[in-house]
């Protein structure tokens, strides 16, 4: 199911208002794609002044933890509003950053399962090769995941679900509440190790973005690939 461009612009528009009141900038553009299960919010330009001079200084993790802990506080008004949007009930949103290209994705996705990019695979990209990447790659970074689905969403989006990726150490850190703590240190170590895992000669394309988040409490994750137009 793909939404019309109303409902495309409405979000858009939505979270730049939205950045611009929180954050003080707006970004430059707005991507929005809405196939169903997944809303994915692209964003380009987006770092403010003084973020641009903490990353001078090779502070990334201190930009990164401060827009975490204020995109936590807006994380219900974005899933109301989009659940407005797209009159789908919404059941979780995520977001991951990448501060030296200046862009960022929100990733929502709707509780209704019920997906075309499960179906549909694109016949010159090997879908079990590069789940069995990805599998491989996970297991250097928690464990080999429970459950692993691959969604194409268009001609150069791809996402990723694990289920079933915490080692018992990463759960009694989330028992004990080390969520935050977890996340800054797990995203820069997956960024390196899926840049390194040679995902290229399976997609047949270059990979121009990746972008990760969890939701520890569930034992989730989602991966997202933009791919080379």
Sequence with gaps: ?????PAQTEASDFVSNLLEEYFGERPSSVNVVIEAPFILIHLQGFLMPSEKNLLKRNEIKRITETRDLLLNTLKPEIQDRLQHI????IEGVYADWNLEKETGLFIAVMASDGAKG???WPAEID???LKNKIIETSKKTQKEPDHTELYWLNHNLIVIK?????VDIEKELIKNGV????RLAKRPLEHRLMDSAELKPIVNRDIIELFVDWDFEKDKAYLVLILQE
Excluded: S
């Design 1 to 5: 199911m793909t939404m019309d461009h």
């Design 86 to 89: 797209t009159r789908h009930e």
């Design 118 to 120: 499960e179906n549909y």
């Design 127 to 129: 879908r079990n090769a």
């Design 162 to 166: 694990r289920l079933g990726i915490m």
């Design 179 to 182: 969520i935050d703590e977890l």
